[in-house]
């Protein structure tokens, strides 16, 4: 069975940093890629990065280019997301989700996602 969990959520002001753990178990870790999404309240959820083990690409929405960081290490079976430059439109609840192939598409499909994690950011 998939499971994801998410974790290091919390509340921050506007400008900090923030990093989002995910812990991944029941499938072979190298051929899912992984990514984040978010959703706001009374938002949709959407897709901010995907990161493929195949070559180790990633995606980013254009929200978060530059300011997060999609990392993953194998050993310890877990993709991190390091947010930096915090901003209030960022509060939402952040979900890690895997793709059952080693390859992101893109927008990510989200076949398997765990329960999130809530950031709130404070102006």
């Known amino acids: 069975e998939v499971q994801l969990q ?3 959520g919390g509340l921050v002001q506007a400008g900090g940093s923030l990093r989002l753990s995910c812990a991944a178990s029941g499938f072979i870790f190298d051929d899912y890629a992984i990514g984040w999404f978010r ?3 009374g938002k949709e959820r959407e897709g901010l990065v995907c990161i493929s083990d195949s070559n180790g690409s990633a995606y980013y ?3 978060v280019k530059g300011r997060f960081t999609i990392s993953r ?3 310890k079976r877990t993709v991190y997301l390091q947010m930096n430059s ?3 439109e960022d509060t ?3 979900y890690c989700a895997a793709d059952g192939y080693p390859f992101c ?3 990510q ?3 398997y996602m765990g329960q999130g994690t809530q950031v709130t950011v404070s102006s």
């Open 105 to 107: 598409s893109w927008p």
């Open 61 to 63: 929405e254009d929200s």
């Open 73 to 75: 290490d194998k050993a």
């Open 86 to 88: 915090l901003k209030p």
């Open 39 to 41: 959703q706001a309240p």
């Open 6 to 8: 998410a974790s290091g």
């Open 109 to 111: 499909n989200g076949d």
């Open 92 to 94: 939402a609840v952040y």
